[in-house]
């Protein structure tokens, strides 16, 4: 596993949490029980903090950054990311906040500032502009990301039905890493 310490902070990872060998976790970076980081995925916690909850999948390819203290922002942004999140294959989250019992498609942009609420479905490759915010309960779809619809019941099962599925795919993942070890 590629997990580096950077200026005195080392990753924490929670218990059972599953980080492909070739992904990158590096510096203020705490994750939570049950979560997984998937290949090629870097989670680069070198100047604010990056804090993922539990039972949250990190897909592909993804890149999880912060937004730093400067003079055009006196405070940074940290990146945090709830629980039961399912992030698709090579998002971009940077300095944003994700509720919990959130999917992120494939390809889709968190800028600065921005915040999802509990319970959102992004659709694939959307852009979530700085300091937007997406509210509870709705489907959110575009290039910046608009507000299309309620979600159904049937989608806000599927949230916990997501993380419970990768949660069983970390577990075979890590029970052959063990084996061979």
């Avoid at 049950?34 to 100047?47: E, K, N, Q």
């Avoid at 889709?108 to 979530?128: F, R």
Wanted: negative net charge; charged residues 20%; glycine residues 12%.
């Amino acid at each position: 596993m590629k997990i580096r310490s950077y200026q005195g902070k080392t990753p924490q990872l929670g218990q059972k949490v599953f980080v492909d060998p070739s992904a990158v976790v590096l510096g203020d970076v705490t994750i939570g029980d049950d979560s997984s980081i998937w290949p090629l995925v870097v989670v680069r916690g070198d100047m604010h903090q990056i804090r993922i909850g539990a039972r949250s999948s990190i897909q592909d390819g993804s890149v999880l950054h912060i937004t730093h203290a400067g003079p055009f922002n006196p405070d940074g942004f940290a990146l945090l990311i709830g629980d039961d999140v399912t992030v698709g294959h090579q998002a971009m989250l940077h300095g944003c906040s994700i509720g919990n019992r959130i999917l992120i498609g494939m390809g889709s942009m968190v800028m600065d500032g921005a915040v999802i609420e509990d319970e959102v479905v992004l659709g694939a490759g959307s852009l979530v502009p700085p300091g937007k915010t997406l509210h509870s309960g709705y489907l959110y779809v575009g290039r910046p990301a608009k507000q299309v619809r309620p979600l159904t019941e049937k989608e806000l099962a599927f949230f916990t039905y997501s993380a419970g599925n990768y949660v069983r795919l970390k577990d075979q993942h890590l029970q052959e890493s063990w084996a061979q070890d």
